[in-house]
């Protein structure tokens, strides 16, 4: 039997959802091992730990995209709301994500002497921060926040591919 296009574009899809998660793992675990740590090197090295993930997510993001637009004008889903809703909610949680995210990462790097972005542009490495005040940056951080919008975003748009209600 031959497997139809549609059908590996939709494998492709799923594939690229748990590269980016795979891809994005890292990050979130990061993020709660930063509030446990006190020692500014390892936290560097977390840091770098986190943004090693960062080509894979957002290579496997792009895959994700694609292959969901195009599976939803082979399987002429367009015309549906759910796959509105799921492309919507997609947009929303990255944007929040990538905005929560750089509130906290980028300046946690620049603080900690780190090379870090700013609209996506590398930085000059600032010298580190005292201990005290990149310890009190890091307590007032939300990792949980931030888990319940990814994890909450990503369960409904798969309960919504899945159970198309509408």
């Known amino acids: 039997m031959i497997t139809s296009l549609y059908t590996w574009l939709k494998y492709i899809h ?6 980016f998660l795979l891809g994005h793992g890292a990050s979130v ?12 090197e390892r936290m560097k090295t977390l840091m770098d730990v986190s943004a090693a993930g960062w080509p894979a997510m957002m290579l496997s ?9 195009i599976t939803g004008f082979m399987g002429g889903w367009w015309g549906a709301l759910w796959i509105w809703v799921s492309l919507v909610l997609l947009a929303a949680i990255t944007g929040w994500m ?21 609209q996506g542009k590398p930085q000059t490495v600032d010298k580190q921060r005292p201990q005290k005040e990149i310890l009190d940056f890091v307590a007032a ?26």
């Not at 993001?61 to 637009?69: R, T």
């Open 14 to 19: 799923v594939l690229a959802g748990f590269m």
């Open 29 to 40: 675990f990061v993020a709660y091992e930063l509030k446990k740590t006190k020692d500014l």
């Open 61 to 69: 993001l792009l895959v994700l995209l694609l292959a969901g637009i």
């Open 98 to 118: 990538f905005s929560l995210g750089g509130k906290v990462y980028h300046p946690l790097r620049k603080m900690l002497g780190m090379e870090y972005m700013i």
């Open 141 to 166: 951080t939300h990792p949980h926040t931030m888990t319940l919008i990814g994890l909450g975003g990503y369960a409904l748009m798969i309960w919504l591919m899945i159970f198309k209600p509408f």
